[in-house]
Every structure is written in structure tokens, then in C-alpha cells.
């Protein structure tokens, strides 16, 4: 029997959060290729419409952080488009005046919560409003491997929200299995996108000091991500609920990095 993998997720609809860059961008397009209906879910409406055109899908403007603007993109999508099956809870920041414990101040540390925690909570709420009655759907949030290793490179509160990612997705995982529901949190190493980008060139040190703890001696490409997502939206994961899906290049499992 010849499986197509290149349509695993054919007429599913899909949500991405922080689609118009980064992961969330890759994703999108790794979804679509797969046959997915993808919906771009972002707060930049000309980025967002211009993702959404790409992927000949629809494009929603939406501030996760805010309950009603969430409960309007998940019910909206689901009246429009028939269902939500797949929700990719990706949005995410990591500001500048996020660092070390001594210096963050608590507006600070408020808007990466926000952000980064209340947006999942309030998303992963919103698609179990739809999959529930459904008996199936994936969720997959993104958390870290920050989640899983101290770094004395500090983002106090984003180290913090990715570990309540993870406790959430655990949680989720394990409370909606039975109902046909899987969810599972993408724990990514660092990769190359905007927003790592835009923080490491302010500080070429700090950067080439966490390059270097990872075994592979690169950065991860947004490509490799949304493959580790569209493998876990897929039926080919279907026996994978509640884990931190590690895609890192070996850095938490590292003792000593190859020379």
C-alpha cells in the first residue's frame, strides 16, 4: 500500500498562532502542503494577510491575550470553516526587558505571561470548546527547552511561561485523551527566526555563549519545527498525547558538547 504523506492532514482545519513568522510561518506551510485549510492567526494584519495569501488560506487578526479576541477567532473559524482540528498555540514574545530576575520589572514579566502562558490557556479552552463535541483534534503548544535546563543566560519570566506550557500541555494531555484529543508541547532548541535573531545581535557574546552547548553546532532552521508539528497534528502520532516533544539537537541531553 502506497501511504501520500504529503496529504496526512487533507480537509483539516487548522489554526496558527503567530503564523505570519518564525515557526509559526513554516508551519503554516508545512500545513498546507499537507492538505490542511490553514487559518493565519496573528496580531500584524499585513504580515498575517500576506502568510494567509501564501498559503491560499484565511487570515484572522487576533491578540491572544485577550479572551474575547481569542473566543471570537476559534468560534469564528469553526462556524466558518466547519471545525477546528488542529490548533497550534505558538504566539510568543521575548522582549528585551525580560532578563535576569534582578533587573526584570514586574510590567515586564506581566506582558511575557500574557503572552506567552494566558494565551495558551486561553486557546487551548477555546479549540476543546469545538473538539470536544467533535471526539477529536490536536493541540500542540510551544513551549521550550527552557522548560527542561536553567540557563544563567536569564529571560526570567519566558523561562518561566514555557514551564507553565509545559505543566499545562501535561495536564491537557492527560485529562482529554479518552475524548479523542491529543495535546502535546513543542519544546524547541534555539532557532533561527526574527525574534532570536533580533536578540542576539544585540549581543554576539551572549550568543555565541549559548551556541556553543549545542551538540549539533547550529541553530535549528523554523523548517525543522513545523515538520516536528505537522508530525504531531498528524494521525501518525496518534498514540503520542501529554510529552514534551523535544526538538533541540541533542542540547538538554548534553554533558559535553564535540569539539
Not at 493565519?40 to 494567509?52: H, M, P
Not at 510568543?92 to 505571561?113: H, N
Not at 536553567?150 to 492527560?174: D, F, H, P, W
Request: aromatic share 6%.
Amino acid at each position: 500500500m502506497t501511504i501520500d504523506l504529503t496529504q496526512r492532514l487533507r480537509d483539516r482545519v487548522a489554526i496558527v498562532t503567530g503564523g505570519a513568522s518564525g515557526i509559526g510561518l513554516a508551519t503554516a506551510r508545512r500545513f498546507a502542503a499537507e492538505g490542511a485549510r490553514v487559518v493565519i492567526a496573528d496580531l500584524d494584519e499585513t504580515t498575517g494577510t500576506a502568510a494567509a495569501a501564501e498559503v491560499d488560506g484565511v487570515f484572522r487578526q487576533v491578540n491572544v491575550a485577550d479572551e474575547a479576541s481569542v473566543n471570537a477567532l476559534f468560534d469564528g473559524v469553526a462556524a466558518e470553516l466547519g471545525s477546528v482540528d488542529i490548533a497550534f498555540n505558538n504566539a510568543g514574545i521575548s522582549p528585551a526587558d525580560d532578563d535576569s530576575i534582578e533587573t526584570t520589572e514586574l510590567p515586564a514579566w506581566d506582558r511575557v505571561q500574557d503572552v506567552n502562558l494566558k494565551s495558551v490557556y486561553l486557546c487551548s479552552r477555546a479549540a476543546l470548546r469545538h473538539m470536544v463535541p467533535a471526539g477529536r483534534g490536536s493541540i500542540i503548544n510551544t513551549a521550550s527547552f527552557v522548560a527542561l535546563l536553567g540557563s544563567a543566560t536569564s529571560q526570567i519570566s519566558y523561562t518561566a511561561s514555557k514551564g507553565g506550557v509545559l505543566a499545562l500541555t501535561r495536564e491537557l494531555g492527560v485529562q482529554f485523551a479518552r475524548q479523542g484529543i491529543r495535546v502535546n508541547a513543542l519544546c524547541p532548541g534555539p532557532v533561527n527566526t526574527p525574534l532570536l535573531q533580533e536578540l542576539f545581535a544585540k549581543d554576539p557574546e551572549r550568543a555565541q555563549r549559548r551556541l556553543v552547548h549545542v551538540p549539533m553546532g547550529r541553530f535549528a532552521e523554523p523548517e525543522e519545527m513545523a515538520a516536528a508539528v505537522a508530525f504531531l497534528a498528524s494521525d501518525d502520532a496518534s498514540f503520542i498525547t501529554a510529552t514534551a516533544f523535544v526538538v533541540d539537537g541533542g542540547i538538554t541531553n548534553a554533558y559535553v558538547t564535540p569539539l
